[in-house]
C-alpha cells in the first residue's frame, strides 16, 4: 500500500473544524464520537454542536453498524383481519447523514456491510439508511492496545473508501477527497480549504510512519488465515476456547462486521403485530436451533469454530480479505479470553 | 435519488385452497397468492421452498412439494414440529398465510435429463422430492425410469399415500417401508437401506435423491456408496434453520456454505467438502 | 466478599467450592478464568462437573453433603504437613487448641471415604492451598444451602484462618452473592434480627439511635426469617404480608405450604415489575420501576457501593420501590417525605457506621466505594480483615458432618440437587420474557448420569416424572457425565416444573436456609397410554 497523500489533496485548520461542521449539519444530520459526561466515547448523533465534545483520538465503544443495522429495526406490521393475514411495509424516512470522524476500521466494517447487503440481495433496510450517507474518515495516529487493524489490512490508514479522509498533523487536518459526494464538499465549502504543500504530504507520510509503530500488538491474523484454509488448527484449540467461551454473544454485538441477525414477530394484540429483525450472534445455540430441539451444529465447538471460519477464512475466499477489521472490540468485551486475538495467537502457538 | 428497492421481506398472502391431511404429523396445504396477477406469474423449480408466515409465529422455510409442470397454485406438505408449523396444522380452507420465496437452488433438472432417478426418503423427506417425482411424470419422456423408497415410522405415519398410488400407476417403482409393522402391514419392515438391496439398476445412468433424517441419511450414504454411487450421483436437500431465506442471516451457515443460497439442493460431492453434522454424526 | 473482585485476578491458587461460577457469575469467572491464564491454580470443590471443574487443575467430586468432612481433612493435611500459619493463628486468633483436637482425631481415610473424594486429591488440594502466598476461597449456595450450612461456612473460614490466608490483598474467603443488590439489602437491615449496618436490635443503644433518628419505636425482638414466614400455614401468627421483588411461589421449598401461607393471608400486597406467580396471589399489586427506570445505588458482592442513574422513565402507573414504600408509609400515619435518594443517602451515612462516608456526590464519581467507609475523607475498604476482625480475634470453629436432612432410599434412590442455569435467572420473572433467552433454553432439563438413564431406559430428551416424598414434576431428561452416577441435577426457574415442590425443607437451624441442595428423589419413564 503506498501512504503517500494524493497532490490534490487539502489543508482544514482545526480551528475552522466546528465551522466546517456546522456548514455541514445544516443539510445533514450529523454523527460523530462523543464524549458523553461518564467519560465514554460513543458515536452519537450531534444535535448541539457547541455542546458535544468531539473525540478523535480515541477510538469510540459502538461502531456504525448501529447506524445502518439498528439493533433492532421493524421490517413490517401485520393485521389479522376478516379479509385477512396481511403484511404492510414501513415507510421511513432516514435523513442524509454525514458520519464524521470514523477511524479506518469502522470504515472498513462499512465497506464489508456494503458488499452484505448487495451481493446476493439488496437489502432494502440497510441501503435505505446507507444511501445518502456521507463517510467522513479520520486516520488513526494512536491505536489503542487491542488494535490490530495492521494486521487485517484494515488501517491504520486508509486510502480508499471514504468520502473525505482527514489525517491530524496537529494544527492541521489533511483532507483525502475520496468518493465524488466529498469532492462536492470540499468545492461547496471550498472557504475552508487550502491546498497541501510538500511539507503537508511529507508530514502525511510520517504521521503514518509513526502510526505504524504504535501497535503495542503483533497479531498474526495471516497465519491464522492460512490454517484455517489448510485445515490445520488443532481440534484441541476449538476446545479450550469453547470451555472458556461464556455465551454471552458481547463479540457479535460489538463487532462491527457480525451483521447476522434475527427475524421475529412482536405481537401487539390478537389482530396485530410487528416483525422485527435484531442483531444475533452465531455463537448462540439458538441460532441454529430448528423446530422440535433439533441442532444441526450440536458439538460445543462447531459455534465458536463457525465465528472465526467465517472471519477468517470463509469471507477471505469470498472477498479476498478476512471481515474482522482489528478494532479489538471483541478482546476488551470478551468474559472468556476467546476473543478473535486469542484464538490468532493460539494457532501461532500450536504451529511452533 | 436511488431507484426504489424491493421489500424483499415482505409477504404476500396466499389463501388456503385445499388440505390433504397425509398422516397425523403431515399435511398438505394447497395455496395460491390472493393476487392473481401474482400468483399466475409465479415461478419456481423443484427444490426450492418458501418461508411461511403465521400471525405471531415468524417465519419458517417449507420445501415445495408440487411441481412447476402445474402452476397455478403452490403445495407446501408441512410436519407438525414447532410452534409455526403447529400453527399452520390448525388452518382451514379459506384462511390465509404470508408467503415469500421461491429461494434456493434446486434440483438440476437439466442434468438429471435422460437419467434413471432412484428417490429415498424417509418420513416429511419426501416432500421435496414429490415435486420432482411429479415434474418427471408431467414430461414422460424426458427422465428415466423412476423408482421410490420411502420409510415410515408405523403403517399408519405413511404419508403421500395417494401419490405414491398415482405414481405407482404411472408406472413409477415405489417400494415402502415401516420401523415397525401393525396389524394388517404385509409390506417390508426395517430400514429403507434394505429397500436397495433388490434394486437392479442401471449404475452408470442412475442419480439418486436423498431427503430424511439423519440417520437415515448416512445409512442411505453408506449403502449407495457401497452399491457403487459416485458423490456425484447423489443429490440430497438440506434442512435449517432460516430467517432472511436470501443468503445475509447466516442462520443456515453450514461450514461456509449458505443453506438457503448455495443449497437447499447439493450433491454428495458438495457436502464432502463440508464439516457438518449430518455427514459426521 | 472479603476481596475486591479483581483481587481474584491476583491470586495465586483459587478454591471454589459449591459455586458454578461460569454460569452464575460469569464476571466472577471471568477473573478466575484470567488468574489461571496467569498461572494460578483452581481447585473446584463440586459434586457435578461443571465448565469451570473442566478449567479447574483440581476437581474435587465430592458427595453432596459432606463439605465439612472434606474441609477438615484438608486441615488435617495442612496440620500434619506444617502448612499451618503458626504466627497467624497465634497473633490474630482464639478456639485453635479446639480445632487441632478435633483435627488430630479424625481417620483421613475414613473421612476421604465419605467425601468420595481420593485422599490423595484432598492432599493435592490441601497441599497447593497452603502452600500459596496468595490464596482465595469463593464458595456459593452449593456450601450455604444445606442444612449445616452455617457449619459449612464456619469449616471454610476455619481454614482459611489456618492457612493464614485471610488479611492480605488478593487472599481471602469470597462468599458470591446471587443478586445486584442482596449484599446491599443485608446491609440495610432487611433481616430479622439486624437494624441498617448490622446493628443487632437487640442491642438498646442501637435501638435508641434509630428511634431518636426515626422518631418511632421500635421492637426490641427480632423477627421471623423468610421460611418461617412463608410456611406458616393457612391459619399461621402473620395476617398480613407485603412482599417486594420476591417470587416465593416458585423459589421456596415445598411450594405447596407456601400457596397455603400466602392463600391463608387475610392481606397480601405484593410489589413486582411483573405480575409474578406471588402476585397473582395478591389482592393489591403496585407496579413497580426497574432498575433502568429508577435512580439511587446498589451494592454488590464486593460491598462496593454504586450509582444507578436512571435511564428511562417507568411505564404506565410504575413506581420505584422507595416511592412505593413512602405513599404506604404516608396512609399508615407515618410520613416520609423524602424528595431524592440522594437525601436517602445522607440518612444511611448518619445512622450506618460502614456507610459512614458514602454520599451521592462522592459514589457519582469513579466506581463508587467499598464498605466500611467511616467518613467523608475514608477511601474505601477494597478488603477486609486487615489489622482485626470485627469480633476482634478470629474464633475457630471446630465442625463436624451434618448429614443432610434427607438421603437416598431404596424408595426414592437418587439424589437431586438443583441450581441455576446461564440463561434463566431465578424464578424467570425477567429473563423468561427475553426471546433470546428462552431460545437458548425455556424448559427445565433433569441432568442424569448415562448409567442411570440406561437403567431406567431413557432417550436424550424424554419427559420423565420426578418424584419426591413431596410431589412430582415432569420434565426432559438430558444425559450427561456431568453428574454422577446416583445424582440428578435440574434448576428451579420453570413455572411448568416446579422444582421446589420437591425440595426438602429441612433448614438450617442458624441461618434458617432451606437445603435446596439434597434431597431423595426417583425418576420413572413416562410409559405411553
Redesign the interface.
Not at chain 2, 426504489?4 to 398472502?13: A, E, G, S, V, W
Not at chain 2, 408466515?53 to 419458517?60: D, L, R, V
Given at each position: 500500500m503506498v501512504h503517500t497523500a494524493a497532490t490534490d489533496s487539502h489543508l482544514l485548520k482545526k480551528d475552522h473544524l466546528k465551522g466546517f461542521l456546522r456548514k455541514l449539519a445544516k443539510e445533514y444530520r450529523l454523527v460523530a464520537p462523543v464524549r458523553n459526561r461518564h467519560g465514554d466515547v460513543l458515536f452519537t448523533v450531534i444535535d448541539d454542536l457547541d455542546a458535544a465534545e468531539i473525540e478523535l483520538s480515541e477510538p469510540p465503544q459502538n461502531s456504525l453498524k448501529q447506524f445502518f443495522l439498528p439493533q433492532q429495526e421493524q421490517?413490517?406490521t401485520?393485521t389479522?383481519t376478516p379479509e385477512?393475514?396481511?403484511?404492510h411495509?414501513v415507510q421511513a424516512t432516514i435523513p442524509p447523514t454525514i458520519y464524521f470522524g470514523v477511524h479506518p476500521c469502522d470504515l472498513s466494517a462499512v465497506l464489508y456491510m456494503d458488499v452484505?447487503?448487495s451481493?446476493?440481495?439488496?437489502?432494502?433496510?440497510y441501503?435505505?439508511r446507507r444511501?445518502g450517507s456521507v463517510l467522513i474518515g479520520v486516520n488513526c495516529n494512536s491505536p489503542s492496545p487491542n488494535c490490530f487493524c495492521n494486521a487485517t489490512g484494515s488501517g491504520p490508514f486508509l486510502e480508499m473508501g471514504s468520502d473525505l479522509q482527514l489525517t491530524d498533523l496537529g494544527d492541521r487536518f489533511l483532507v483525502e477527497t475520496g468518493r465524488a459526494p466529498g469532492q462536492a464538499l470540499i468545492e461547496r465549502w471550498q472557504g475552508f480549504f487550502s491546498p497541501s504543500a510538500d511539507k503537508d504530504r511529507a508530514a502525511h507520510y510520517q504521521a503514518f510512519l509513526e502510526a505504524r509503530g504504535r501497535f503495542s500488538r503483533q497479531v498474526h491474523v495471516e497465519q491464522a488465515i492460512r490454517q484455517l484454509e489448510a485445515d490445520t488448527v488443532e481440534e484441541k484449540i476449538w476446545q479450550e476456547l469453547s470451555l472458556r467461551c461464556q455465551d454471552c454473544g458481547g463479540c457479535a454485538y460489538l463487532c462491527p462486521t457480525c451483521?447476522?441477525?434475527?427475524?421475529?414477530?412482536q405481537?401487539l394484540d390478537a389482530a396485530s403485530?410487528r416483525?422485527l429483525?435484531s442483531w444475533?450472534a452465531?455463537t448462540f445455540a439458538g441460532?441454529?436451533?430448528?423446530?422440535?430441539d433439533h441442532n444441526?451444529?450440536?458439538?460445543k465447538t462447531?459455534a465458536i469454530r463457525?465465528r472465526f471460519?467465517?472471519k477468517l477464512?470463509?469471507d477471505v475466499?469470498l472477498n479476498g480479505r478476512p471481515s474482522c477489521v482489528g478494532c479489538g472490540r471483541c478482546v476488551s468485551i470478551c468474559f472468556g479470553g476467546t476473543d478473535i486475538v486469542r484464538f490468532v495467537e493460539r494457532v501461532c502457538q500450536g504451529s511452533l | 435519488m436511488?431507484q426504489?428497492?424491493?421489500?424483499?421481506?415482505?409477504?404476500?398472502?396466499a389463501?388456503v385452497e385445499q388440505i390433504e391431511i397425509e398422516n397425523s404429523q403431515i399435511a398438505t396445504f394447497v395455496l395460491a397468492f390472493?393476487d392473481r396477477r401474482y400468483n399466475d406469474a409465479f415461478r419456481y423449480q423443484p427444490g426450492q421452498f418458501m418461508l411461511v408466515?403465521?400471525?405471531?409465529?415468524?417465519?419458517?422455510p417449507i420445501s415445495i412439494s408440487s411441481t412447476p409442470t402445474r402452476p397455478g397454485n403452490i403445495h407446501l406438505s408441512v410436519r407438525k414440529?414447532?410452534?409455526?408449523?403447529t400453527a399452520m396444522h390448525g388452518l382451514r380452507v379459506g384462511?390465509?398465510?404470508?408467503l415469500r420465496g421461491p429461494y434456493g437452488r434446486p434440483f438440476p433438472m437439466e442434468q438429471l435429463a435422460g437419467r434413471d432417478l432412484l428417490f429415498v426418503a424417509g418420513g416429511i423427506g419426501l416432500a421435496p422430492l414429490r415435486a420432482v417425482v411429479s415434474s418427471c411424470l408431467d414430461q414422460p419422456d424426458r427422465f428415466g425410469a423412476l423408482t421410490v423408497l420411502y420409510g415410515s415410522r408405523t403403517p399408519s405415519d405413511i404419508a403421500f399415500q395417494s401419490d405414491l398410488e398415482l405414481w405407482h400407476n404411472q408406472g413409477v417403482d415405489c417400494r415402502l417401508t415401516v420401523d415397525a409393522a401393525e396389524p394388517g402391514w404385509d409390506g417390508s419392515v426395517g430400514l429403507v437401506t434394505a429397500l436397495l438391496d433388490d434394486l437392479a439398476l442401471k449404475l452408470d445412468k442412475s442419480t439418486a435423491l436423498i431427503c430424511g433424517p439423519p440417520l437415515m441419511f448416512r445409512a442411505v450414504l453408506r449403502r449407495l456408496a457401497d452399491m457403487g454411487f459416485s458423490d456425484h450421483q447423489v443429490l440430497t436437500t438440506m434442512?435449517?434453520?432460516m430467517?432472511?431465506g436470501?443468503?445475509?442471516?447466516?442462520?443456515?451457515?453450514?461450514?461456509?456454505k449458505l443453506a438457503c443460497?448455495d443449497g437447499p439442493v447439493f450433491s454428495l460431492a458438495e457436502l464432502r467438502k463440508l464439516k457438518?453434522?449430518?455427514l459426521d454424526? | 466478599m472479603t476481596n475486591s473482585i479483581n483481587e481474584i485476578e491476583n491470586a495465586e491458587v483459587i478454591l471454589v467450592s459449591g459455586s458454578n461460577t461460569t454460569e452464575a457469575h460469569p464476571q466472577v469467572a471471568r477473573r478466575m478464568l484470567a488468574a489461571v491464564d496467569r498461572g494460578a491454580r483452581l481447585i473446584v470443590i463440586d459434586p457435578r462437573r461443571t465448565r469451570l471443574a473442566e478449567c479447574a487443575h483440581l476437581h474435587l467430586a465430592l458427595r453432596p453433603g459432606t463439605d465439612i468432612p472434606l474441609l477438615n481433612a484438608m486441615m488435617r493435611v495442612l496440620l500434619d504437613e506444617g502448612l499451618a500459619d503458626d504466627l497467624f493463628i497465634e497473633m490474630r486468633t482464639e478456639n485453635f487448641l479446639a480445632l487441632r483436637d478435633m483435627l488430630n482425631r479424625l481417620d483421613l481415610e475414613a473421612t476421604a471415604a465419605l467425601t468420595g473424594v481420593e485422599l490423595s486429591l484432598i492432599r493435592q488440594a490441601a497441599q497447593l492451598y497452603g502452600r500459596a502466598r496468595k490464596a482465595v476461597i469463593c464458595y456459593c449456595l452449593g456450601v450455604t444451602q444445606h442444612v449445616c450450612g452455617t457449619e459449612n461456612v464456619q469449616t471454610i473460614a476455619n481454614l482459611a484462618m489456618l492457612a493464614g490466608h485471610i488479611e492480605k490483598e488478593d487472599t481471602g474467603v469470597d462468599p458470591l452473592r446471587g443478586q445486584n443488590n442482596v449484599q446491599g439489602a443485608c446491609d440495610m437491615g432487611a433481616l430479622p434480627n439486624m437494624l441498617p449496618s448490622y446493628q443487632g436490635v437487640a442491642n438498646e443503644d442501637f435501638r435508641e439511635k434509630f428511634e431518636r433518628a426515626w422518631g418511632a419505636s421500635l421492637p426490641e425482638a427480632p423477627g421471623l426469617t423468610l421460611v418461617e414466614m412463608t410456611h406458616g400455614g393457612a391459619q399461621g401468627p402473620i395476617r398480613g404480608m407485603f412482599i417486594m421483588g420476591e417470587n416465593p411461589m416458585l423459589s421456596d421449598p415445598t411450594l405447596g405450604k407456601v400457596e397455603e401461607t400466602l392463600r391463608g393471608l387475610d392481606f397480601l400486597a405484593v410489589s413486582d415489575i411483573f405480575l409474578t406467580e406471588t402476585a397473582q396471589l395478591a389482592q393489591v399489586v403496585f407496579p413497580a420501576a426497574c432498575f433502568a427506570e429508577k435512580s439511587g445505588s446498589f451494592t454488590n458482592s464486593e460491598r462496593r457501593v454504586q450509582m444507578v442513574r436512571q435511564a428511562v422513565p417507568p411505564p404506565g402507573e410504575c413506581r420505584a420501590d422507595s416511592e412505593i414504600i413512602m405513599a404506604l408509609s404516608g396512609r399508615l400515619g407515618y410520613p416520609m417525605e423524602y424528595e431524592t435518594s440522594a437525601e436517602v443517602m445522607e440518612e444511611i451515612a448518619l445512622l450506618s457506621p460502614i456507610y459512614g462516608g458514602m454520599y451521592h456526590d462522592r459514589l457519582e464519581r469513579g466506581w463508587g466505594l467499598q464498605w466500611p467507609c467511616w467518613d467523608r475523607d475514608h477511601p474505601g475498604t477494597p478488603f477486609l480483615h486487615k489489622y482485626y476482625f470485627t469480633r476482634g480475634r478470629g474464633h475457630f470453629m471446630p465442625a463436624s458432618h451434618t448429614p443432610p436432612g434427607e438421603l437416598p432410599d431404596p424408595e426414592y434412590p437418587l439424589l437431586l440437587m438443583t441450581g441455576r442455569m446461564y440463561h434463566q435467572y431465578h424464578t424467570g420473572t425477567m429473563t423468561r420474557k427475553s426471546e433470546r433467552l428462552s431460545r437458548e433454553c425455556d424448559h427445565a432439563v433433569l441432568q442424569i448420569n448415562p448409567e442411570d438413564a440406561k437403567t431406567l431406559g431413557l432417550r436424550q430428551g424424554e419427559t420423565v416424572r420426578l418424584l419426591s416424598r413431596r410431589g412430582e414434576i415432569t420434565l426432559a431428561a438430558s444425559i450427561t457425565g456431568q453428574v454422577a452416577c446416583g445424582m440428578v441435577y435440574t434448576t428451579f426457574h420453570f413455572h411448568e416444573a416446579p422444582i421446589n415442590q420437591l425440595t426438602n425443607d429441612a433448614f438450617d437451624t442458624g441461618s434458617r436456609c432451606p437445603e435446596y441442595k439434597v434431597c431423595a428423589v426417583r425418576v420413572e419413564k413416562i410409559v405411553d397410554s
Open positions: 421490517l413490517s401485520y389479522v385477512g393475514y396481511d403484511f411495509p452484505v447487503f451481493r446476493r440481495q439488496r437489502d432494502p433496510f441501503l435505505r444511501h451483521t447476522c441477525f434475527t427475524i421475529s414477530d405481537r403485530g416483525r429483525r444475533d452465531c441460532f441454529t436451533a430448528m423446530a422440535g444441526p451444529v450440536q458439538a462447531a463457525q471460519t467465517h477464512r470463509d475466499r | 436511488p426504489p428497492i424491493t421489500d424483499i421481506y415482505l409477504p404476500r398472502q389463501r390472493s408466515s403465521m400471525p405471531h409465529c415468524g417465519e419458517a414440529a414447532g410452534k409455526l408449523t384462511d390465509t398465510i404470508g434442512e435449517r434453520h430467517k432472511c436470501v443468503g445475509i442471516c447466516r442462520h443456515c451457515h453450514m461450514d461456509g443460497v457438518i453434522m449430518e454424526g | -
